[in-house]
Protein backbone atom coordinates (compact mmCIF):
# COMPACT_ATOMS: atom_id res chain seq x y z
CA UNK A 1 0.00 0.00 0.00
CA UNK A 2 1.55 3.48 -1.19
CA UNK A 3 1.85 6.38 1.19
CA UNK A 4 -0.71 8.02 -1.57
CA UNK A 5 -3.41 5.24 -0.85
CA UNK A 6 -4.01 7.00 2.83
CA UNK A 7 -4.87 10.51 0.75
CA UNK A 8 -6.75 8.08 -1.72
CA UNK A 9 -8.80 6.39 0.81
CA UNK A 10 -9.68 9.68 3.13
CA UNK A 11 -10.46 11.45 -0.02
CA UNK A 12 -12.87 8.51 -1.07
CA UNK A 13 -14.43 8.02 2.11
CA UNK A 14 -15.77 11.62 2.24
CA UNK A 15 -16.61 11.10 -1.01
CA UNK A 16 -18.61 7.90 -0.56
CA UNK A 17 -20.48 9.51 2.58
CA UNK A 18 -21.57 12.31 0.28
CA UNK A 19 -22.42 9.96 -3.11
CA UNK A 20 -23.80 7.00 -1.33
CA UNK A 21 -25.30 8.68 1.36
CA UNK A 22 -27.17 11.03 -1.05
CA UNK A 23 -28.01 8.64 -3.05
CA UNK A 24 -29.80 6.62 -0.16
CA UNK A 25 -32.05 9.73 -0.23
CA UNK A 26 -33.25 8.83 -4.01
CA UNK A 27 -34.46 5.43 -2.69
CA UNK A 28 -37.64 4.91 -0.55
CA UNK A 29 -36.48 4.59 3.23
CA UNK A 30 -39.07 6.09 5.66
CA UNK A 31 -36.22 6.96 8.31
CA UNK A 32 -32.39 6.34 8.40
CA UNK A 33 -32.16 3.47 6.32
CA UNK A 34 -28.97 2.18 8.31
CA UNK A 35 -30.50 2.33 11.57
CA UNK A 36 -28.28 1.26 14.64
CA UNK A 37 -25.84 0.15 12.25
CA UNK A 38 -23.77 3.45 12.70
CA UNK A 39 -21.51 3.30 15.68
CA UNK A 40 -22.12 5.96 18.36
CA UNK A 41 -18.82 7.00 18.72
CA UNK A 42 -15.25 6.38 16.97
CA UNK A 43 -13.49 3.84 18.96
CA UNK A 44 -10.24 3.86 17.71
CA UNK A 45 -9.80 7.51 19.58
CA UNK A 46 -7.71 5.72 21.98
CA UNK A 47 -4.68 5.07 19.77
CA UNK A 48 -5.10 9.17 18.26
CA UNK A 49 -2.96 11.47 20.10
CA UNK A 50 -4.02 14.68 21.40
CA UNK A 51 -1.69 15.86 19.15
CA UNK A 52 -2.98 14.97 16.16
CA UNK A 53 -4.86 17.60 13.45
CA UNK A 54 -7.39 15.08 12.07
CA UNK A 55 -8.97 12.51 12.67
CA UNK A 56 -11.93 10.85 10.58
CA UNK A 57 -14.26 7.99 11.07
CA UNK A 58 -16.76 6.57 9.07
CA UNK A 59 -18.90 5.04 11.53
CA UNK A 60 -21.06 2.17 9.50
CA UNK A 61 -20.18 -0.89 7.82
CA UNK A 62 -19.63 -0.09 3.93
CA UNK A 63 -21.26 -3.09 3.26
CA UNK A 64 -24.60 -1.06 4.95
CA UNK A 65 -24.23 1.39 2.10
CA UNK A 66 -24.38 -1.16 -0.34
CA UNK A 67 -28.54 -0.56 -0.31
CA UNK A 68 -28.59 2.65 -1.58
CA UNK A 69 -26.28 3.06 -4.63
CA UNK A 70 -27.82 2.82 -7.83
CA UNK A 71 -25.33 2.16 -10.50
CA UNK A 72 -22.73 0.26 -8.53
CA UNK A 73 -20.44 2.97 -7.35
CA UNK A 74 -19.55 1.41 -4.31
CA UNK A 75 -18.38 -1.41 -5.53
CA UNK A 76 -16.32 0.43 -8.54
CA UNK A 77 -14.89 2.85 -5.13
CA UNK A 78 -13.86 -0.80 -3.00
CA UNK A 79 -12.10 -1.64 -7.04
CA UNK A 80 -10.32 1.44 -6.93
CA UNK A 81 -9.23 1.66 -3.46
CA UNK A 82 -7.32 -1.56 -3.35
CA UNK A 83 -6.28 -1.19 -7.17
CA UNK A 84 -2.26 -3.01 -7.19
CA UNK A 85 -2.77 -4.32 -3.51
CA UNK A 86 -3.36 -7.57 -4.24
CA UNK A 87 -6.28 -7.45 -1.68
CA UNK A 88 -9.70 -8.40 -2.71
CA UNK A 89 -12.29 -6.64 -0.56
CA UNK A 90 -15.06 -9.32 -0.81
CA UNK A 91 -12.79 -12.30 0.03
CA UNK A 92 -10.06 -10.67 2.76
CA UNK A 93 -11.76 -7.73 4.44
CA UNK A 94 -15.81 -8.06 4.10
CA UNK A 95 -15.76 -11.59 6.49
CA UNK A 96 -14.48 -9.15 9.41
CA UNK A 97 -14.73 -5.39 8.77
CA UNK A 98 -16.91 -4.01 11.39
CA UNK A 99 -18.90 -0.92 11.94
CA UNK A 100 -15.83 1.60 11.50
CA UNK A 101 -13.30 3.04 9.19
CA UNK A 102 -10.87 5.30 11.40
CA UNK A 103 -8.06 7.40 9.52
CA UNK A 104 -5.66 10.25 10.93
CA UNK A 105 -3.13 12.45 10.40
CA UNK A 106 -1.16 11.34 13.57
CA UNK A 107 1.56 14.30 13.15
CA UNK A 108 2.42 16.85 10.89
CA UNK A 109 6.06 14.68 11.07
CA UNK A 110 7.27 11.70 12.12
CA UNK A 111 10.48 12.34 13.11
CA UNK A 112 9.86 15.58 14.46
CA UNK A 113 12.77 17.00 12.60
CA UNK A 114 12.43 19.72 10.11
CA UNK A 115 15.37 19.96 8.28
CA UNK A 116 14.72 16.28 6.62
CA UNK A 117 11.52 17.54 5.14
CA UNK A 118 8.04 16.85 6.43
CA UNK A 119 6.58 13.81 6.95
CA UNK A 120 3.21 13.36 7.58
CA UNK A 121 2.14 10.29 9.86
CA UNK A 122 -1.26 8.35 9.08
CA UNK A 123 -3.11 5.41 10.41
CA UNK A 124 -5.98 3.76 9.48
CA UNK A 125 -7.78 1.29 12.07
CA UNK A 126 -10.66 -0.83 11.11
CA UNK A 127 -13.22 -2.12 13.40
CA UNK A 128 -13.00 -6.46 12.95
CA UNK A 129 -16.28 -8.25 14.48
CA UNK A 130 -14.27 -11.57 13.85
CA UNK A 131 -10.74 -11.31 15.63
CA UNK A 132 -9.12 -14.67 14.22
CA UNK A 133 -10.21 -13.91 10.27
CA UNK A 134 -8.58 -10.00 10.81
CA UNK A 135 -5.64 -11.50 12.46
CA UNK A 136 -5.14 -13.92 9.37
CA UNK A 137 -6.00 -11.37 6.71
CA UNK A 138 -2.69 -9.32 8.22
CA UNK A 139 -0.83 -12.13 8.02
CA UNK A 140 -1.86 -13.19 4.57
CA UNK A 141 -1.23 -9.77 3.42
CA UNK A 142 2.69 -9.50 4.60
CA UNK A 143 3.03 -12.99 3.32
CA UNK A 144 2.38 -11.84 -0.23
CA UNK A 145 4.76 -9.31 -0.03
CA UNK A 146 7.18 -11.45 1.24
CA UNK A 147 6.50 -14.03 -1.44
CA UNK A 148 7.13 -11.20 -3.91
CA UNK A 149 10.54 -10.79 -2.60
CA UNK A 150 10.11 -7.53 0.01
CA UNK A 151 12.48 -7.76 3.00
CA UNK A 152 9.69 -7.82 6.21
CA UNK A 153 10.66 -6.49 9.88
CA UNK A 154 8.60 -8.31 12.58
CA UNK A 155 8.69 -7.01 16.22
CA UNK A 156 7.35 -7.41 19.64
CA UNK A 157 6.00 -4.19 20.72
CA UNK A 158 3.57 -3.99 24.03
CA UNK A 159 2.80 -7.23 23.83
CA UNK A 160 1.42 -6.57 20.28
CA UNK A 161 3.36 -7.89 16.65
CA UNK A 162 4.00 -5.37 14.58
CA UNK A 163 4.97 -6.07 10.74
CA UNK A 164 6.35 -3.62 8.48
CA UNK A 165 7.86 -3.63 4.57
CA UNK A 166 10.10 -0.95 4.27
CA UNK A 167 11.61 -2.02 1.23
CA UNK A 168 11.02 1.61 -0.50
CA UNK A 169 11.62 4.12 1.96
CA UNK A 170 8.12 6.08 0.42
CA UNK A 171 6.32 3.14 -0.29
CA UNK A 172 6.15 1.80 3.42
CA UNK A 173 3.14 -0.11 5.28
CA UNK A 174 3.07 -0.91 8.74
CA UNK A 175 0.40 -2.99 10.07
CA UNK A 176 -1.15 -5.11 13.77
CA UNK A 177 -4.18 -6.80 14.74
CA UNK A 178 -4.21 -4.99 17.89
CA UNK A 179 -6.53 -6.95 20.67
CA UNK A 180 -9.73 -7.97 19.34
CA UNK A 181 -11.50 -5.06 18.13
CA UNK A 182 -9.17 -3.45 15.65
CA UNK A 183 -6.94 -3.85 12.71
CA UNK A 184 -4.34 -1.09 12.14
CA UNK A 185 -2.18 0.37 9.63
CA UNK A 186 0.32 3.03 9.34
CA UNK A 187 2.98 4.57 6.66
CA UNK A 188 5.67 3.99 9.70
CA UNK A 189 6.47 1.65 12.35
CA UNK A 190 6.58 4.84 14.56
CA UNK A 191 3.28 5.78 14.26
CA UNK A 192 1.88 1.85 15.04
CA UNK A 193 4.41 2.02 18.23
CA UNK A 194 2.82 5.38 19.46
CA UNK A 195 -0.53 4.01 18.59
CA UNK A 196 -0.48 1.11 21.30
CA UNK A 197 1.31 4.06 23.56
CA UNK A 198 -1.74 6.25 23.74
CA UNK A 199 -3.88 3.29 24.42
CA UNK A 200 -1.70 1.93 27.26
CA UNK A 201 -1.07 6.14 28.56
CA UNK A 202 -5.12 7.01 28.49
CA UNK A 203 -3.96 10.37 29.29
CA UNK A 204 -1.95 10.35 25.75
CA UNK A 205 -5.10 9.86 23.79
CA UNK A 206 -7.64 11.44 21.79
CA UNK A 207 -10.72 10.33 24.29
CA UNK A 208 -8.76 12.04 27.29
CA UNK A 209 -8.22 15.62 25.14
CA UNK A 210 -10.75 18.10 26.86
CA UNK A 211 -11.58 19.52 23.44
CA UNK A 212 -12.21 16.08 22.05
CA UNK A 213 -14.81 15.45 25.17
CA UNK A 214 -16.50 18.90 24.78
CA UNK A 215 -16.94 18.51 21.02
CA UNK A 216 -18.14 15.23 20.51
CA UNK A 217 -21.28 16.06 22.95
CA UNK A 218 -21.96 18.35 20.33
CA UNK A 219 -22.82 15.23 17.54
CA UNK A 220 -26.72 14.39 16.37
CA UNK A 221 -27.79 11.10 16.97
CA UNK A 222 -27.20 8.64 14.45
CA UNK A 223 -24.24 10.22 12.71
CA UNK A 224 -22.53 8.31 9.55
CA UNK A 225 -19.13 9.29 9.89
CA UNK A 226 -17.56 12.07 12.21
CA UNK A 227 -14.47 14.93 11.64
CA UNK A 228 -12.19 16.06 14.36
CA UNK A 229 -9.87 18.72 13.78
CA UNK A 230 -7.64 20.13 16.04
CA UNK A 231 -6.90 23.57 14.23
CA UNK A 232 -3.55 24.60 15.13
CA UNK A 233 -2.64 21.86 14.80
CA UNK A 234 -4.31 21.13 10.92
CA UNK A 235 -2.80 24.70 10.29
CA UNK A 236 0.36 23.56 11.13
CA UNK A 237 0.18 20.41 9.13
CA UNK A 238 -0.67 22.51 5.96
CA UNK A 239 1.67 25.37 6.42
CA UNK A 240 -1.11 28.24 7.11
CA UNK A 241 -0.76 31.19 10.05
CA UNK A 242 -3.50 31.30 12.11
CA UNK A 243 -4.12 34.38 13.92
CA UNK A 244 -2.49 34.94 17.59
CA UNK A 245 -5.83 36.30 18.43
CA UNK A 246 -7.32 32.94 17.12
CA UNK A 247 -10.87 31.97 18.92
CA UNK A 248 -11.62 28.87 17.72
CA UNK A 249 -9.12 25.61 18.02
CA UNK A 250 -10.99 22.74 17.15
CA UNK A 251 -13.97 21.80 14.73
CA UNK A 252 -15.97 18.48 14.30
CA UNK A 253 -17.97 17.87 11.23
CA UNK A 254 -20.90 15.11 11.25
CA UNK A 255 -22.68 13.57 8.42
CA UNK A 256 -26.31 12.62 9.10
CA UNK A 257 -29.28 10.90 6.55
CA UNK A 258 -31.82 11.92 8.97
CA UNK A 259 -34.80 10.74 6.43
CA UNK A 260 -35.15 10.10 2.66
CA UNK A 261 -34.94 13.79 1.46
CA UNK A 262 -31.72 15.28 2.40
CA UNK A 263 -28.07 14.53 4.09
CA UNK A 264 -27.02 17.17 6.98
CA UNK A 265 -23.46 18.06 7.29
CA UNK A 266 -23.17 19.70 10.61
CA UNK A 267 -19.90 21.59 12.17
CA UNK A 268 -19.55 22.51 15.29
CA UNK A 269 -16.41 25.65 16.33
CA UNK A 270 -15.18 25.07 19.66
CA UNK A 271 -14.19 28.46 20.96
CA UNK A 272 -10.80 29.55 23.79
CA UNK A 273 -11.41 32.47 25.34
CA UNK A 274 -13.54 35.66 24.30
CA UNK A 275 -15.97 34.82 21.73
CA UNK A 276 -18.47 37.42 20.18
CA UNK A 277 -22.27 36.73 20.58
CA UNK A 278 -24.23 34.55 17.66
CA UNK A 279 -26.15 36.51 15.15
CA UNK A 280 -29.62 37.96 15.57
CA UNK A 281 -32.20 35.15 14.99
CA UNK A 282 -34.72 35.40 12.47
CA UNK A 283 -37.78 36.43 14.23
CA UNK A 284 -39.88 35.14 12.10
CA UNK A 285 -40.06 34.08 7.85
CA UNK A 286 -38.30 36.29 6.16
CA UNK A 287 -40.73 39.18 3.88
CA UNK A 288 -37.71 40.38 2.48
CA UNK A 289 -37.43 36.84 0.19
CA UNK A 290 -40.80 36.95 -1.74
CA UNK A 291 -39.19 39.51 -3.52
CA UNK A 292 -36.52 37.70 -4.70
CA UNK A 293 -37.70 35.53 -7.76
CA UNK A 294 -37.99 31.73 -8.36
CA UNK A 295 -35.35 32.79 -10.94
CA UNK A 296 -32.16 33.23 -8.25
CA UNK A 297 -29.25 30.63 -8.33
CA UNK A 298 -27.56 32.12 -5.11
CA UNK A 299 -29.98 33.48 -2.14
CA UNK A 300 -29.38 35.17 1.10
CA UNK A 301 -31.72 35.99 3.57
CA UNK A 302 -31.14 37.20 7.27
CA UNK A 303 -32.07 39.71 10.27
CA UNK A 304 -29.82 42.93 11.17
CA UNK A 305 -26.85 43.21 8.87
CA UNK A 306 -25.71 46.09 11.57
CA UNK A 307 -24.35 43.54 13.65
CA UNK A 308 -22.90 41.37 11.83
CA UNK A 309 -19.21 42.12 12.47
CA UNK A 310 -19.88 42.23 15.95
CA UNK A 311 -20.89 38.76 15.78
CA UNK A 312 -19.14 35.15 16.03
CA UNK A 313 -19.76 34.59 12.31
CA UNK A 314 -17.43 37.44 11.48
CA UNK A 315 -15.00 36.31 14.04
CA UNK A 316 -15.20 33.13 12.21
CA UNK A 317 -14.61 34.32 9.78
CA UNK A 318 -11.94 36.40 9.43
CA UNK A 319 -9.49 33.73 11.53
CA UNK A 320 -10.17 31.43 8.16
CA UNK A 321 -9.74 34.38 6.30
CA UNK A 322 -6.62 35.21 8.36
CA UNK A 323 -4.99 31.73 7.95
CA UNK A 324 -6.01 31.33 4.21
CA UNK A 325 -4.63 34.45 2.89
CA UNK A 326 -2.70 36.54 5.64
CA UNK A 327 -5.71 38.95 5.74
CA UNK A 328 -8.71 39.26 8.37
CA UNK A 329 -10.30 41.78 6.08
CA UNK A 330 -11.92 39.92 3.58
CA UNK A 331 -16.39 40.16 4.15
CA UNK A 332 -19.37 39.03 2.48
CA UNK A 333 -18.18 40.79 -0.70
CA UNK A 334 -15.36 37.94 -1.02
CA UNK A 335 -18.18 35.40 -1.02
CA UNK A 336 -20.39 36.58 -3.06
CA UNK A 337 -18.06 38.37 -5.75
CA UNK A 338 -20.71 40.55 -7.42
CA UNK A 339 -20.77 42.66 -4.81
CA UNK A 340 -16.92 42.92 -4.32
CA UNK A 341 -17.74 44.32 -7.83
CA UNK A 342 -20.37 46.65 -6.95
CA UNK A 343 -17.77 47.93 -4.06
CA UNK A 344 -15.22 48.50 -6.82
CA UNK A 345 -17.76 50.64 -9.45
CA UNK A 346 -19.94 52.55 -6.88
CA UNK A 347 -16.62 52.89 -4.44
CA UNK A 348 -17.99 52.30 -1.57
CA UNK A 349 -17.57 49.94 1.35
CA UNK A 350 -20.77 47.58 2.23
CA UNK A 351 -19.90 47.09 6.10
CA UNK A 352 -20.60 51.22 6.47
CA UNK A 353 -22.51 52.44 3.35
CA UNK A 354 -25.20 49.82 3.10
CA UNK A 355 -24.78 47.05 6.71
CA UNK A 356 -24.74 50.02 9.15
CA UNK A 357 -28.31 50.87 8.29
CA UNK A 358 -29.87 47.40 7.72
CA UNK A 359 -31.55 46.72 11.07
CA UNK A 360 -34.53 44.81 10.12
CA UNK A 361 -34.69 41.94 7.60
CA UNK A 362 -32.58 41.45 4.46
CA UNK A 363 -32.05 39.33 1.27
CA UNK A 364 -29.75 39.25 -1.60
CA UNK A 365 -30.16 37.27 -4.70
CA UNK A 366 -28.33 36.46 -7.48
CA UNK A 367 -29.59 36.01 -11.08
CA UNK A 368 -27.59 34.21 -13.71
CA UNK A 369 -27.65 35.22 -17.14
CA UNK A 370 -26.62 32.92 -20.14
CA UNK A 371 -26.26 35.91 -22.18
CA UNK A 372 -23.38 37.50 -19.49
CA UNK A 373 -20.58 36.65 -17.29
CA UNK A 374 -21.83 38.06 -14.14
CA UNK A 375 -25.44 37.83 -12.68
CA UNK A 376 -27.64 40.01 -11.74
CA UNK A 377 -28.38 41.35 -8.20
CA UNK A 378 -30.94 41.93 -6.55
CA UNK A 379 -30.84 43.22 -2.29
CA UNK A 380 -33.79 43.80 -0.31
CA UNK A 381 -34.21 46.26 2.95
CA UNK A 382 -36.61 45.98 5.64
CA UNK A 383 -37.56 49.51 5.96
CA UNK A 384 -36.50 50.78 9.38
CA UNK A 385 -35.97 54.13 11.42
CA UNK A 386 -32.18 54.05 10.17
CA UNK A 387 -33.35 53.02 6.54
CA UNK A 388 -34.56 56.61 4.90
CA UNK A 389 -30.77 58.43 6.06
CA UNK A 390 -28.87 54.96 4.72
CA UNK A 391 -30.62 55.37 1.28
CA UNK A 392 -30.30 59.26 1.31
CA UNK A 393 -26.54 58.51 2.26
CA UNK A 394 -25.97 55.87 -0.72
CA UNK A 395 -27.99 58.80 -3.00
CA UNK A 396 -25.08 61.45 -1.94
CA UNK A 397 -22.28 58.52 -2.76
CA UNK A 398 -23.85 58.00 -6.15
CA UNK A 399 -24.05 62.12 -6.47
CA UNK A 400 -20.26 62.17 -5.70
CA UNK A 401 -19.38 59.99 -7.71
CA UNK A 402 -20.28 62.07 -10.80
CA UNK A 403 -23.95 59.89 -11.59
CA UNK A 404 -27.19 61.42 -11.94
CA UNK A 405 -29.99 60.63 -9.64
CA UNK A 406 -33.41 60.12 -11.55
CA UNK A 407 -37.14 58.82 -11.17
CA UNK A 408 -39.69 57.89 -13.32
CA UNK A 409 -42.49 55.07 -13.63
CA UNK A 410 -42.40 51.75 -14.73
CA UNK A 411 -45.80 50.88 -15.32
CA UNK A 412 -47.50 52.21 -12.11
CA UNK A 413 -44.09 52.17 -9.69
CA UNK A 414 -42.08 54.70 -8.98
CA UNK A 415 -38.50 54.01 -9.89
CA UNK A 416 -34.83 55.93 -9.06
CA UNK A 417 -32.14 55.26 -10.87
CA UNK A 418 -28.30 56.13 -10.77
CA UNK A 419 -27.42 56.85 -14.53
CA UNK A 420 -24.64 58.61 -16.30
CA UNK A 421 -25.11 60.19 -19.53
CA UNK A 422 -22.64 60.39 -22.35
CA UNK A 423 -22.73 61.97 -25.75
CA UNK A 424 -21.16 60.32 -28.31
CA UNK A 425 -20.52 61.06 -31.93
CA UNK A 426 -22.31 59.41 -34.91
CA UNK A 427 -19.25 58.53 -37.15
CA UNK A 428 -21.61 56.77 -39.63
CA UNK A 429 -24.10 59.23 -39.83
CA UNK A 430 -23.92 61.15 -43.49
CA UNK A 431 -23.52 64.49 -40.94
CA UNK A 432 -20.56 64.07 -39.02
CA UNK A 433 -22.00 66.77 -36.02
CA UNK A 434 -24.43 64.35 -35.10
CA UNK A 435 -24.60 62.96 -31.32
CA UNK A 436 -26.51 60.05 -29.84
CA UNK A 437 -27.26 60.32 -25.88
CA UNK A 438 -26.04 57.03 -24.40
CA UNK A 439 -27.17 56.61 -20.85
CA UNK A 440 -25.89 53.88 -18.64
CA UNK A 441 -27.68 52.56 -15.17
CA UNK A 442 -25.59 51.62 -12.61
CA UNK A 443 -28.32 50.82 -10.28
CA UNK A 444 -31.91 51.59 -9.58
CA UNK A 445 -33.99 51.32 -6.58
CA UNK A 446 -37.64 51.49 -5.52
CA UNK A 447 -40.41 50.87 -2.34
CA UNK A 448 -42.71 48.20 -2.01
CA UNK A 449 -44.54 48.11 1.21
CA UNK A 450 -42.19 48.01 4.04
CA UNK A 451 -38.84 47.34 2.07
CA UNK A 452 -36.52 49.12 -0.32
CA UNK A 453 -35.57 47.04 -3.31
CA UNK A 454 -32.32 47.68 -5.05
CA UNK A 455 -31.33 45.83 -8.72
CA UNK A 456 -28.77 46.33 -10.79
CA UNK A 457 -31.15 47.57 -13.79
CA UNK A 458 -34.50 47.92 -14.97
CA UNK A 459 -34.72 44.41 -16.40
CA UNK A 460 -34.03 42.92 -13.30
CA UNK A 461 -36.42 44.94 -11.09
CA UNK A 462 -39.06 44.59 -13.51
CA UNK A 463 -38.89 40.86 -13.07
CA UNK A 464 -38.64 41.32 -9.25
CA UNK A 465 -42.06 43.37 -9.16
CA UNK A 466 -43.54 40.38 -11.31
CA UNK A 467 -42.41 37.51 -8.78
CA UNK A 468 -45.39 37.72 -7.03
CA UNK A 469 -46.75 34.50 -8.02
CA UNK A 470 -43.20 32.94 -9.36
CA UNK A 471 -40.88 34.40 -6.11
CA UNK A 472 -38.03 32.00 -4.45
CA UNK A 473 -40.67 31.26 -1.67
CA UNK A 474 -42.89 29.71 -3.82
CA UNK A 475 -40.49 26.92 -5.01
CA UNK A 476 -40.57 23.38 -4.01
CA UNK A 477 -36.94 22.68 -3.69
CA UNK A 478 -36.51 26.14 -1.31
CA UNK A 479 -39.39 25.38 0.87
CA UNK A 480 -37.67 22.11 1.39
CA UNK A 481 -34.39 23.35 2.27
CA UNK A 482 -35.56 25.65 4.23
CA UNK A 483 -38.07 23.14 6.36
CA UNK A 484 -34.72 21.29 7.08
CA UNK A 485 -32.85 24.15 9.25
CA UNK A 486 -33.68 24.23 12.70
CA UNK A 487 -35.46 26.78 14.32
CA UNK A 488 -34.69 29.68 15.59
CA UNK A 489 -31.56 30.06 13.08
CA UNK A 490 -29.65 32.80 12.01
CA UNK A 491 -30.73 33.43 8.46
CA UNK A 492 -29.54 31.06 5.56
CA UNK A 493 -27.40 30.93 1.94
CA UNK A 494 -29.59 28.87 -0.48
CA UNK A 495 -27.73 27.81 -3.59
CA UNK A 496 -29.54 26.50 -6.57
CA UNK A 497 -26.47 24.35 -7.92
CA UNK A 498 -28.17 23.76 -11.25
CA UNK A 499 -28.58 27.44 -11.84
CA UNK A 500 -25.10 28.46 -10.58
CA UNK A 501 -22.63 26.22 -11.10
CA UNK A 502 -20.75 27.85 -13.96
CA UNK A 503 -20.77 30.64 -12.20
CA UNK A 504 -19.07 29.03 -9.30
CA UNK A 505 -16.75 27.24 -11.30
CA UNK A 506 -15.91 30.48 -12.84
CA UNK A 507 -14.94 32.28 -9.49
CA UNK A 508 -13.88 29.21 -7.70
CA UNK A 509 -11.84 27.08 -10.15
CA UNK A 510 -11.13 24.38 -7.63
CA UNK A 511 -14.76 23.28 -8.15
CA UNK A 512 -13.91 21.54 -11.41
CA UNK A 513 -11.55 19.49 -9.85
CA UNK A 514 -14.06 18.47 -7.23
CA UNK A 515 -16.43 17.53 -9.77
CA UNK A 516 -14.52 15.36 -11.17
CA UNK A 517 -13.44 13.62 -7.82
CA UNK A 518 -16.96 13.63 -6.52
CA UNK A 519 -18.26 13.17 -9.87
CA UNK A 520 -21.90 11.02 -8.10
CA UNK A 521 -22.61 13.39 -5.56
CA UNK A 522 -22.09 16.54 -8.09
CA UNK A 523 -24.52 14.86 -10.75
CA UNK A 524 -26.90 14.43 -8.25
CA UNK A 525 -26.56 17.65 -6.04
CA UNK A 526 -29.57 20.07 -6.60
CA UNK A 527 -29.48 22.31 -4.13
CA UNK A 528 -27.52 22.94 -0.76
CA UNK A 529 -28.45 25.30 2.06
CA UNK A 530 -25.98 26.98 4.74
CA UNK A 531 -27.57 28.41 7.99
CA UNK A 532 -26.17 28.66 11.22
CA UNK A 533 -28.08 28.38 15.04
CA UNK A 534 -27.71 27.63 18.50
CA UNK A 535 -27.28 30.45 21.54
CA UNK A 536 -24.39 28.83 22.89
CA UNK A 537 -21.88 31.96 23.50
CA UNK A 538 -18.70 29.53 23.18
CA UNK A 539 -19.84 27.47 20.31
CA UNK A 540 -20.04 28.05 16.49
CA UNK A 541 -22.73 25.79 14.98
CA UNK A 542 -23.85 25.79 11.60
CA UNK A 543 -25.28 23.14 9.08
CA UNK A 544 -25.21 22.37 5.47
CA UNK A 545 -28.42 20.83 4.11
CA UNK A 546 -28.24 18.94 0.40
CA UNK A 547 -31.23 18.26 -1.46
CA UNK A 548 -30.29 15.39 -4.70
CA UNK A 549 -32.53 14.70 -8.20
CA UNK A 550 -34.60 11.65 -7.82
CA UNK A 551 -37.42 12.48 -5.16
Not at 63 to 87: F, H, P, V, Y
Not at 109 to 116: A, F, G, S, T
Not at 255 to 278: D, M, R
Not at 523 to 549: A, C, H, I
Request: proline fraction near 5%.
Amino acid sequence: MKQGLFFRFLAASLTMLLSFGIAGCTNSFGNNPLGSSAAKLPGAAIFVSKQAPVMLSMLVNPDKLQSLERNGEISKLKSSLLANTGIDYKQDIKPWLGNEITLAVTTPDIDRDPENGLQPGYLMALATNKPEKSREFVDLLFSKRAIAGTNLTVEQYEGVKLIADESQPDQVLAGAAVGDRFVLFANDPKVLREAINNVQAAELNLTNSNQYQQAIKQLPKGALAVAFLNLPLVAQWQGLQLPETATYDSEIISLVLPNNKELVAETTFLGQGETLPPLQPLSKSSGALQYIPASAGLAIAGENLSSLDNSNLAQLWRQVTTAVSSSGKEGLSRLVQPLADLEKRWNINLKEDIFSWVQGEYAIGLLPRPEQTNPDWIFVAEKTESAPAGISHLDAIASSNGLSLNSFDLDTQKISAWTQVKATKLNDAPDKSKYAIDTKVYGIHTTQGNYEIFASNLETMDEVLNAKNNSLVKNRTFQNSIAAIPQPNQGYVYLDWTKSQEILETQLPILKLLKIVAKPFFQNLRSLTVSSYGDNPELFKGGVFLQMDGF
